[in-house]
């Protein structure tokens, strides 16, 4: 009895002590922002460590954002070019947010500014545009946003670790709002605030006293970082302005409108629902948003299932994520193969994004009862190139002569020739007339990621090199006495 009261004792003594040490930590821990409305705002003038005739000039004459950052859409809120620094780099994020920067780090958007391809097809547009490096910025716009709001493309030739960076943490979580496609973002890096007497917890070098504030009063943190509009629905905005890319008046990239029109729009399921979940289909992942913080809950994982094989390394999930976005039915009706081909899974076209460097296609190989091949459409030949019979599910764009456009060389776009990829939900059914002699036949549905022009153009690489992918494959008997549910649908692994 005794014991249990002088227990009960220590217990309120050590009540009393944290309930004072929690009101000290909340008085210290209050952010300086709250307490005084001041903002963390970039010097007006650019630092020491800039050089170069634009910088020299910018301390003696305001530039306007058209000279700043043109022919990109792309506005920075205070219309200056940030001093570089101004964003944190994505591994600050990542020492509290472990999880969600290990699916960042291994995506597209954390290598859009490093990308093989794309530098390749940069140094192309470099050369061929008469405003020469100028031009640059349109592309920096998305795909090294932080490079073109620090000033670091296009004349200002900076080589910053920044550069490297591609569509981080920092950047999307402080854009204020969306214009439009083209990089149509108003970045606004100066919304983080700082914390009373720790400094800035995000950009310090070392994890201090200004991360510890963080840790205890997150709120202004999650404010800062999380506008109410990038959330559900509507985030799918900040997607749109480098999903849709807009050049000499034609969507050469469109993959916002085409959600617009879906019926995913239409019940609300937005881009992050189905790319920033752990695998194929609208999902989330369980798990701690702040590693040894806080309580487990349901968060966006950032990981990107897209359908990048060759350049994406999270090539296994783009894979499955494509297998799940299609389904396929063959039936044979006489000497007709029906097959109809369903976007079931993607929220917009598929393919979608750069519609016209991927290919996804029907390959039919008819054999006779020799087992002699007789019929073929979608063969690939010896040098990677597809038969151009092929039926194939794809954006062509053309040049002001007519031409394809065929090294993903958009800024010669003239027009949309033709678009036969399957809308959000569309089911297509196409027929092959089977010669009489065809007692067996086999389907598959392929895809890579580009035609086989871009790989030898471009890339100067040998096309017949390209990863293809299987995403299904049937294969049966054909002949006039067989009824729609002959053949065996397989969805097999791919070469
Ligand atoms: C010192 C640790 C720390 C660092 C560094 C940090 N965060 Fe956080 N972050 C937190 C904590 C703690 C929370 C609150 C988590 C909770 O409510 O469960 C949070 C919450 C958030 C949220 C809101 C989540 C919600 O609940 O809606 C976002 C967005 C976010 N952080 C983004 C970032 C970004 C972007 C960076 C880098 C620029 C960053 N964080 C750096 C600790 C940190
Ligand atoms: C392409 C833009 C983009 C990038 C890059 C990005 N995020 Fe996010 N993030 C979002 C969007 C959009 C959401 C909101 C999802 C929602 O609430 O619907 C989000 C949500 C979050 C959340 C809240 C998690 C949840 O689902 O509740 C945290 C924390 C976060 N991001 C941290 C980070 C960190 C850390 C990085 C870098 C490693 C990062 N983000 C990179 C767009 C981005
Ligand atoms: C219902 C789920 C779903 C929704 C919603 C959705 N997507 Fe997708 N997305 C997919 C699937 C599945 C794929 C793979 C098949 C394909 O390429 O279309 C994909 C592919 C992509 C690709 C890669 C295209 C390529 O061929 O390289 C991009 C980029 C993309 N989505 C962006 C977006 C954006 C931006 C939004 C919102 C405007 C969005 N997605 C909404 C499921 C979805
Ligand atoms: C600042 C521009 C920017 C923003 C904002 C942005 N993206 Fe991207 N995204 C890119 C670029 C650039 C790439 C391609 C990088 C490359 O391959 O070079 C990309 C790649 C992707 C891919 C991978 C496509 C593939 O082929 O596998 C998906 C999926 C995707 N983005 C979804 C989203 C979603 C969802 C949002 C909104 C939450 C979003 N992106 C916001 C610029 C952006
Ligand atoms: C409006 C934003 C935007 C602009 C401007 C833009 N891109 Fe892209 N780019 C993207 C997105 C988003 C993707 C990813 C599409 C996908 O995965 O389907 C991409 C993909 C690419 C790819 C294919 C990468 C791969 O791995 O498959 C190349 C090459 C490329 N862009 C080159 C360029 C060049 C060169 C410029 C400047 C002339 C440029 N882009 C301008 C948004 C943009």
């Known amino acids: 009895m005794g014991r249990e009261v002088k227990r009960r004792g220590k217990r309120w003594v050590a009540g009393l002590v944290a309930a ?29 460590f800039y050089s170069g005739s634009l910088y020299d000039a910018m301390a003696t004459r305001d530039y306007t954002p058209e000279e700043l950052f043109g022919p990109s859409r792309a506005r ?5 070019l940030y001093p570089i620094g101004t964003f944190p780099p994505a591994e600050r994020c990542g020492r509290c947010h472990q999880g969600i920067y290990k699916h960042w780090k291994a995506t597209l958007h954390a290598r859009a500014a490093v990308d093989p391809w794309y530098l390749k097809t940069r140094g192309l547009f470099a050369v061929e545009n008469p405003k020469g490096e100028l031009a640059l910025r349109s592309c920096a716009g998305c795909h090294a946003p932080v490079a073109l709001m620090q000033g670091e493309v296009g004349l200002y030739n900076k080589e910053a670790a920044s550069s490297q960076e591609g569509v981080g943490c920092a950047f999307c979580h402080t854009v204020d709002h969306v214009t439009g496609p083209n990089g149509g973002y108003v970045s606004h890096p100066e ?12 950009l310090a070098p070392k994890p201090g006293l200004a991360a510890g504030l963080l840790m205890a009063y997150p709120a202004a943190h999650r404010q800062d970082l999380r506008p109410g509009w990038m959330h559900g629905k509507s985030a799918s905005r900040l997607c749109q302005a480098c999903h849709d890319q807009e050049v000499n008046g034609v969507y050469v990239q469109s993959v916002y409108q085409e959600w617009r029109a879906s019926r995913y729009a ?34 966006h994982p950032h990981r990107l299932t897209g359908a990048s094989v060759v350049n994406a390394p999270d090539r296994e999930t ?24 369903e976007n079931k899974g993607a929220g917009h076209s598929l393919p979608t994004g750069a519609g016209d460097l991927r290919q996804l296609w029907l390959e039919v190989v008819g054999r006779d009862a020799k087992g002699q091949e007789v019929f073929s459409s979608g063969r690939l030949d010896r ?27 958009v800024w010669r776009v003239a027009a949309v020739a033709s678009d036969t990829r399957l809308r959000a939900g569309e089911r297509r059914r196409v027929v092959f007339d089977l ?32 990863p293809v992918i299987e995403l299904k494959r049937w294969s049966g008997p054909v002949g006039a006495r067989q009824g ?12």
């Not at 920075?76 to 200056?80: E, I, P, T, V």
């Not at 919304?191 to 917890?201: Q, S, W």
């Not at 044979?332 to 097959?339: A, P, S």
Request: aromatic share 6%; proline share 9%.
């Open 20 to 48: 004072l040490l929690a009101v000290v930590l909340v008085v210290l821990a209050f952010p300086a922002e709250v307490l005084t409305g001041r903002r963390h705002v970039p010097p007006r003038k650019p630092p020491a």
């Open 76 to 80: 920075s809120w205070s219309g200056k």
């Open 191 to 202: 919304r983080i605030r700082r914390y009373r007497g720790g400094g800035d917890p995000l």
């Open 266 to 299: 239409k019940r609300g399921v937005a881009c992050q629902d189905c790319h920033f979940t752990p695998g194929p289909g609208p999902n989330l992942a369980e798990g701690q948003l702040v590693e040894g913080y806080g309580k487990k809950r349901a968060f």
């Open 318 to 341: 783009n894979v499955a994520n494509l297998r799940a976005a299609v389904a396929m039915e063959v039936r044979v009706q006489g000497r007709h193969l029906v097959v109809v081909v």
């Open 383 to 409: 040098a990677g190139y597809l038969d151009p019979a092929a039926v194939v599910f794809r954006q062509v764009l053309v040049d002001d002569r007519g031409q394809p456009l065929r090294r993903h060389d």
């Open 435 to 466: 010669p009489a002699s065809v007692r067996r036949a086999r389907v598959r549905l392929l895809w890579r990621d580009a035609h086989a022009d871009f790989i030898r153009e471009v890339l100067k690489q040998n096309p017949s090199h390209l």
């Open 484 to 495: 729609p549910s002959a053949g065996r649908p397989e969805a097999r692994e791919g070469p």
